[in-house]
């Protein structure tokens, strides 16, 4: 039998200790590393799944963006052709109604030549040429809202057309309502100047009608404005680019969305019959974009 001595002994058990103390060491670097490899791994897929994850919502976005300006599109689409086909059959009944206007006024014209000044026929048939020439100025709308009139383009100031409407406009407006002008613009634009006289007046008459029994103000603003793809893009076939920004504003009662959803349709009115054609927006409508302009509620 050998037994070691206790030396020998207590050598052994401390190499012993001392390769276990190295594997144990090794052993827990090693599963240091590979838990920061893990952790590193994870931080990758949840970073991988964020994008992910941005991307779906992007994606779900550009979709629900794509079906709106879908749907919008239509809807363009259909009031687009509305107004056409109204367009083409007003413009022909008014071209016939032309004509037999032409033969009231001039078979009224000759009979009042035989007709003494300050009799009572004689005053009828002022009457009746009066209304020949109301109806003769809604002719001339409905020819313009189908766009069968030539317009005469040409370099004009709006700040000059807009100064002199409303010089025209201001002494029939009751002193309830109060007028402000905010021109901070000169600049020329190519137009026919009668029609924008017209846009104007008609805006500022629907502004006058929304205030006349409680009064309020009207203001009429002229400013510069330069519209990047983004703004343009919420235009019907406006491109980027400088503008002439025109608003007419009151404080009237205003319409509920229903009203505005058909504010510009020929024929729409809100007024009480006998008071509104329902021809006024709808031109205005039809003026602006035959500019190559828009026009918003």
Do not use: W
Not at 32 to 40: G, N, R, S
Not at 58 to 67: D, G, I, P, T
Not at 100 to 110: C, K, M, Q, W
Not at 257 to 262: A, G, S
């Amino acid at each position: 039998m050998f037994f070691p001595y206790y030396s020998s002994f207590l050598r052994a058990i401390k190499a012993k200790y001392e390769s276990s103390k190295t594997e144990i060491k090794d052993m827990i670097e090693n599963t240091h590393k590979q838990m920061i490899k893990y952790a590193e791994d994870l931080a990758k897929m949840v970073k991988d799944l964020k994008e992910e994850n941005a991307l779906l919502v992007k994606a779900k976005r550009e979709l629900e963006e794509s079906y709106t300006e879908r749907i919008k599109l239509q809807d363009q689409l259909r009031q687009a052709q509305k107004m056409e086909a109204i367009g083409t059959l007003a413009g022909g009944i008014a071209h016939d109604f032309n004509n037999i206007l032409s033969g009231i006024f001039g078979f009224t014209e000759i009979v009042m030549m035989d007709i003494p000044e300050g009799s009572v026929a004689r005053s009828m048939l002022d009457e009746v040429l009066k209304a020949g020439i109301r109806a003769k100025d809604l002719v001339g709308q409905i020819l313009k809202l189908s766009r069968k009139t030539e317009m005469e383009y040409m370099k004009v100031q709006i700040k000059m057309i807009v100064k002199e409407a409303m010089k025209l406009l201001r002494p029939s407006l009751p002193s309830t309502i109060e007028i402000r002008e905010n021109f901070s613009t000169s600049r020329e634009i190519l137009a026919d100047p009668t029609q924008i006289h017209q846009v104007v007046m008609n805006l500022c008459t629907n502004a006058y009608n929304a205030m006349s029994e409680d009064g309020g103000v009207l203001e009429i603003a002229l400013l510069k404005e330069n519209l990047d793809e983004e703004s343009a893009a919420e235009f019907e076939d406006l491109i980027p680019g400088p503008y002439i920004k025109l608003t007419i504003s009151d404080t009237g009662h205003g319409m509920d969305e229903e009203v505005m959803d058909q504010i510009f349709d020929p024929y729409f009115t809100t007024k009480e019959k006998g008071r509104g054609t329902g021809l006024g927006l709808s031109v205005v409508h039809g003026i602006v974009k035959s500019h190559g302009g828009a026009i918003t509620v």
